[in-house]
């Protein structure tokens, strides 16, 4: 099994910046890709990026492409969520997933690994 788990959530101002981090552990060798989901109050839980894990390919939501960065640690059990110029509505509890079956993509019910979340929230 996998296990993911998020940090780096906070309070910022609009048009800040914020770094989330995801630390997996366990049989990280069989994940296949590992994405970002965020649930805004009241709504669904949306994509926001994605990366594929054998060849390093990115994916990213129309709403945060251009503000957002998707990376990985060198030995590829962490990967991190760069957000930049923040608005209020990026207030969400952020999703860290894992892919552990083959493929990759938005798709939420394609990950099968889910971290606890962690809260950002973006003040105007």
């Known amino acids: 099994q996998v296990q993911l788990v998020e940090s780096g959530g906070g309070l910022v101002q609009a048009g800040g910046s914020l770094r989330l981090s995801c630390a997996a552990s366990?049989?990280?060798?069989?994940?296949?890709?590992m994405g970002w989901f965020r649930q805004a109050p009241g709504k669904e839980r949306e994509f926001v990026t994605a990366?594929?894990?054998?060849?390093?390919?990115?994916l990213y939501a129309d709403s945060v492409k251009g503000r957002c960065t998707i990376s990985r640690s060198g030995a590829g059990t962490t990967v991190y969520l760069q957000i930049n110029s923040l608005k209020p509505e990026d207030t969400a509890v952020y999703y860290c997933?894992?892919?552990?079956?083959?493929?990759?993509?938005?798709?939420?019910?394609?990950?099968?690994?889910w971290g606890q979340g962690t809260q950002v929230i973006v003040s105007s």
């Open positions: 997933a894992a892919r552990t079956q083959p493929g990759w993509g938005p798709l939420i019910s394609g990950y099968d690994v």
């Open positions: 366990g049989r990280t060798y069989s994940m296949n890709a």
């Open positions: 990366m594929r894990w054998s060849v390093i390919e990115t």
